[in-house]
Every structure is written in structure tokens, then in C-alpha cells.
């Protein structure tokens, strides 16, 4: 079965500092990827998704993500991280047909320090 | 704006009372759905919905109904059965029916059994 696992609950991070969000996930095939963000109290907003082609994915807000077949890995990564990134971010595989159907981490909660 | 809305932002209900979550799109989205997301435990599906008058149940299934008379709108009922309501929910929509793609979020339904 489709898994996906966030091995970090919450990270602190200082304001400038680069950051790197983990996810492992458990597929056969080549799945679908996504990470989410989701501010308190609100939905989920996508960041970036990888399908195909090039392992490194350009997303919002000046995030990356890197597949790693190898690894079983989709790590989240920013340079510089900014106090508005606060926040908890998902990580999601999805199956090629799977009829639509997303499985979610657990997620990891980011506090950003001044 | 094109979007999906979820009302109301919060519920209040008392226990052994069915109450029933609104969710409406004008994405123009074949596919929807229904989560819930407890702290901790990431986003659980409910229930899921590829075409109108067509849902198949999710992970966690047991004390929750739905509907889908019309494209737009897919309302989710929780019911006297469900042991542990109070939760927040999630409803989200994908463009194409039984294609993992990226999934759209509304807002969220706070609900609180008292």
C-alpha cells in the first residue's frame, strides 16, 4: 500500500536561514508528488508537484523539491527562509490510477525565529 | 473568483445531532472530495466523488453520508454515528475525473460537538 511519512514533526528555523522539509514515501511505480502549504486555520495551497521529467521542481514562493528515486525521497528545500513561512506543509503521492486519490504525511510544522 | 467554498467557517453541534458541511466549486471540476484533518494525523479521506450521482467511500468512511446531485456542490452529513466528530474538514476538487492531478482546497469547516 501507498505510504508517505514526514519524519519531522516540527522544525524551528531562523529567519535567512535555508531550510529542508523531508518526506519518504512508499510506492511501486513512479508516483505522483506534491507539497502543500497550509497556514492555521485555513486550506491547503499547492507549492509544486512532479509527474515526469526533470527531478527538480520549481515552485511558489521560491520553494524546490527534488525526487529521488533511489532514495524513495521528495524533499522540500528554500535558501532563505522568511517569517510568512510559517506554517505546516504536507507532503502527498498520488498513483497513476488511483482515480484521483492523494495520500498525505503527517506533516511538518515550520516556526520561523527573527 | 473561481474557487470552492465551504460553509460555515465553524459549527457548533451537541451530540447524537446530524449536521451538514456545504461545499460548492465553480472550478468547473469533474472530481471531489472530502477530508479530515485532526492535529497530528495529516489529512484522512472521507469520501470521494468522480462524476455527479456517483461516490465511493475513503479511508474513514463509517458515521459519514454524502451527495452529488449536481456538479457543482458536494455536501458532506455527519451523522449521530460518527463516535468522534468534532474535527477540522476539508473539501477539495481536481479537474478531470479518475486523474491524480492536483487537488484545489476550500477553506475548512471547523466542527465542534459540545
Known amino acids: 500500500a501507498q505510504s508517505v511519512t514526514q519524519p519531522d514533526i516540527h522544525i524551528t528555523v531562523s529567519e535567512g536561514a535555508s531550510l529542508e522539509l523531508r518526506c519518504n514515501y512508499s510506492y511501486g511505480a513512479t508516483p505522483y508528488l506534491f507539497w502543500y502549504v497550509q497556514s492555521p486555520g485555513q486550506g491547503l495551497q499547492l507549492l509544486l508537484k512532479y509527474f515526469s521529467g526533470d527531478t527538480l521542481v520549481q515552485g511558489i514562493k521560491g520553494f524546490e523539491a527534488e525526487f529521488k528515486r533511489s532514495q524513495s525521497s521528495f524533499n522540500l528545500r528554500k535558501p532563505s527562509v522568511h517569517w510568512s513561512d510559517a506554517a505546516e506543509y504536507f507532503c502527498a503521492v498520488g498513483a497513476v490510477g488511483g482515480r484521483g486519490k492523494l495520500i498525505f504525511g503527517q506533516g511538518t510544522e515550520l516556526s520561523v525565529k527573527p | 473568483d473561481g474557487g470552492i467554498t465551504q460553509s460555515p467557517k465553524y459549527l457548533f453541534r451537541k451530540e447524537g445531532q446530524n449536521v451538514t458541511l456545504s461545499c460548492e466549486q465553480n472550478?468547473?471540476?469533474?472530481?471531489m472530495y472530502w477530508y479530515r484533518q485532526d492535529p497530528g494525523q495529516g489529512l484522512r479521506l472521507i469520501y470521494y466523488?468522480?462524476?455527479?450521482?456517483?461516490?465511493q467511500k475513503g479511508d474513514i468512511a463509517e458515521g459519514y453520508s454524502v451527495s452529488r446531485e449536481k456538479k457543482e456542490s458536494f455536501p458532506l452529513t455527519v451523522t449521530s454515528a460518527q463516535k468522534n466528530p468534532t474535527a477540522f474538514y476539508l473539501c477539495a476538487s481536481s479537474p478531470l475525473a479518475g486523474s491524480t492531478d492536483t487537488q484545489y482546497f476550500g477553506p475548512g469547516t471547523r466542527l465542534t460537538v459540545l
Open positions: 472550478l468547473n471540476h469533474d472530481a
Open positions: 466523488s468522480q462524476i455527479v450521482n456517483d461516490f
